[in-house]
């Protein structure tokens, strides 16, 4: 897991006068009036705006396990706090002030997201505390699962490249609290236990000290990139560095390069393959991966992480800022 910089703005379909928004405050009038009232949920966090802000946000990444979204698996839009109930408090009811709050919101695979003994609907409290209602402060809440968009991990939670598996654990010294939510995320994902995921996270300690043997310029490059945080398992190469090599460790402009580099080289395929849809549904799948993809960018665009390079010049570069330019508007 590594941190994830939420950017300081809200897409255009969860602003009060979005679909979102709107459905947000209809949520809040039935639940004020009858806290027992059954509500929908549209899924209007799935809208193109939404999950390009997410992408922007982390990558093809999933923020709890950190192994790639591969080419079946877009990722989900996963609610941190479960929007419609609790599987630890069945009498709570579900977050659902919060179910249209970017805030809320993380990219996960399928997998952590939608397994019964993984996330689902789970959202369990540290030392039984207890979930917190609507009006009540939900910073102070004592939820044992780390959230990588608020909790800093960096330094405080360590995978040993030493041990066979590459062990996830909570460094030394990080406190109680802190041990207690590592302890917990790590049962809930199977960071330690699931076999596939263990082998990525080996696979990527094996290559990275690899590439550090060689010391080639070449191998440098590879190990920086793959330091990235927009890349697989990228928290382990980071930990592997910030030991051994430091320098190599990527800058916040190097890593927004990578990510605008990426997400062109998706655009162009997807725009190459758009006069070649021959059916409804295929034009409607490239154009929504074509609408997400310019999201990204406007987002980057409007709060970048860094401030080179300058995302405006790279999509006039790419002669695609005519396209850009008004979602960023919209933000």
């Not at 949520?27 to 799935?46: D, G, R």
């Not at 996960?108 to 939608?114: A, G, P």
């Not at 592997?240 to 190097?254: D, G, K, R």
Request: with cysteine.
């Amino acid at each position: 897991m590594i941190e994830i910089r939420r950017p300081g703005l809200v897409p255009p379909t969860l602003q009060a006068t979005g679909t979102g928004g709107r459905r947000s405050a209809t949520i809040q009038s039935a639940k004020v009036i009858n806290p027992a009232a059954k509500v929908a949920f549209p899924s209007y966090w799935n809208e193109v705006d939404v999950r390009g802000a997410l992408y922007a946000c982390h990558g093809r990444v999933c923020a709890y396990c950190c192994d790639s979204l591969p080419r079946n698996d877009r990722g989900d839009v996963e609610h941190f706090r479960p929007k419609s109930e609790v599987k630890e408090a069945p009498a709570h009811g579900g977050y659902w002030w919060v179910a249209y709050e970017f805030s809320n919101y993380l990219m996960s695979c399928s997998l952590c997201n939608r397994l019964q003994k993984r996330k689902n609907s789970h959202f369990p409290m540290r030392f039984n505390g207890r979930h917190r209602r609507f009006g009540q402060s939900l910073s102070a809440e004592p939820r044992a699962l780390l959230d990588p968009s608020v909790d800093t991990v960096s330094g405080r939670l360590s995978v040993d490249v030493q041990d066979p598996i590459c062990r996830v654990a909570a460094t030394k010294g990080s406190g109680r609290v802190f041990q207690r939510q590592v302890r917990d995320s790590s049962a809930m994902f199977k960071w330690n236990i699931d076999g596939r995921l263990v082998s990525a996270r080996i696979r990527a300690r094996d290559e990275a000290l690899a590439h550090l043997a060689q010391g080639t310029p070449a191998a440098h490059s590879a190990l920086t990139e793959s330091a990235i945080r927009y890349q697989p398992h990228a928290w382990v190469v980071r930990q592997i560095l910030a030991v051994q090599a430091p320098q190599l460790l990527p800058t916040p402009q190097q890593e927004l390069q990578w990510l605008l580099d990426a997400f062109w080289e998706e655009l162009r395929v997807e725009l190459a393959l758009r006069p070649t849809a021959t059916t409804q549904a295929d034009v409607e799948t490239i154009e929504k991966a074509i609408n997400e993809l310019l999201w990204a960018f406007a987002v980057l665009w409007k709060d970048p992480p860094a401030a080179i390079p300058d995302v405006e010049a790279f999509t006039i570069g790419k002669n695609f800022d005519t396209a850009v330019r008004p979602l960023v508007a919209l933000l």
